[in-house]
């Protein structure tokens, strides 16, 4: 085998977004299949390269998941490797790329087993309503948001999600239920493409388009590519997603490095554009 599309148990074929992955890397003469992560009969030996594609429950896992990495990337080329899948699946990836000048959505980080006060914090920093969200999570899980009316629901919440794990303070962003997130798709390093997506939470405003190509937005594009310079080492495929803030400034929101919707159906030479970047690995 030449490349393994690494997934999960639940995607054993992939997502339809991924799908066309597989037929650009059999144009170019490669042998690549889906393979699960944590398939106990897979012998990571086997093939060459082994691309991170969907293995959506590793936010679930995560112990298991990069344990399973640090011993995959022993027997073959991983990608993305392992050191930035074990950074990148702990949101705390972003308080770093804040402290090298990175503009990041103000948080509150709260400790494991810590607390703040809510009601100090919205005071405090003028905040009418907050995002609270695990530092280990994905696809908005265990994600709420609450208005200053709601304290008395969002404290206990609060200090629920602390007792289980670090947890992240912000601002609800009112321009995501008009602008939406756009992400910035990178392979190897370059510019692939860039999508519109709609908000994540399950509050999102109803009608919002859903996931679509639109042309890169000058200064967004250039946030992107710092992101990318302060990761500090390349990248097979890199996600970053932006976003408005309440101020009108483009803030970082997420930087994908593990396991993210590359949306490669919607652009009809992403696949190609991915797999050869993927072949530049064997």
Not at 52 to 81: E, M, Q
Not at 195 to 223: A, D, N, T, Y
Request: a negative charge; hydrophobic letters at 40%; glycine letters at 4%.
């Amino acid at each position: 085998m030449d490349v393994a599309i690494v997934t999960y148990s639940g995607l054993p074929q992939l997502d339809a977004y991924d799908a066309p992955l597989l037929s650009a890397l059999t144009a170019l003469g490669l042998d690549a299949r889906p393979c699960i992560w944590d398939d106990p009969a897979m012998d990571w030996r086997t093939p060459q390269v082994a691309v991170i594609r969907t293995t959506w429950d590793s936010h679930l896992r995560r112990d298991a998941f990069v344990a399973w990495a640090s011993k995959a990337g022993k027997l073959t080329r991983l990608h993305n490797p392992p050191d930035i899948l074990r950074w990148n699946t702990h949101k705390a990836y972003l308080r770093e790329l804040e402290a090298k000048g990175i503009p990041f959505t103000p948080t509150v980080w709260v400790p494991h087993r810590g607390t703040v006060s809510l009601d100090s914090v919205m005071r405090e920093r003028g905040w009418d309503t907050v995002v609270l969200k695990p530092t280990v999570s994905a696809g908005a899980l265990k994600t709420y948001r609450f208005h200053r009316s709601e304290l008395e629901a969002a404290q206990p919440m609060l200090d629920q999600l602390a007792a289980e794990g670090e947890v992240m303070v912000q601002p609800y962003l009112t321009r995501f239920e008009t602008e939406g997130e756009r992400a910035y798709l990178f392979f190897d390093g370059a510019f692939s493409h860039a999508v519109r997506r709609p908000p994540g939470l399950k509050e999102s405003p109803r009608g919002f388009p859903q996931p679509h190509l639109f042309e890169p937005i000058p200064e967004e594009l250039r946030l992107a590519e710092d992101v990318l310079a302060a990761v500090g080492q390349p990248l097979l495929y890199a996600r970053v997603d932006v976003a408005t803030d309440n101020e009108g400034c483009t803030r970082l929101q997420e930087l994908e490095a593990t396991e993210p919707s590359l949306f490669l159906s919607l652009d009809p030479s992403a696949p190609e554009r991915l797999a050869h970047a993927i072949a530049r690995k064997l």
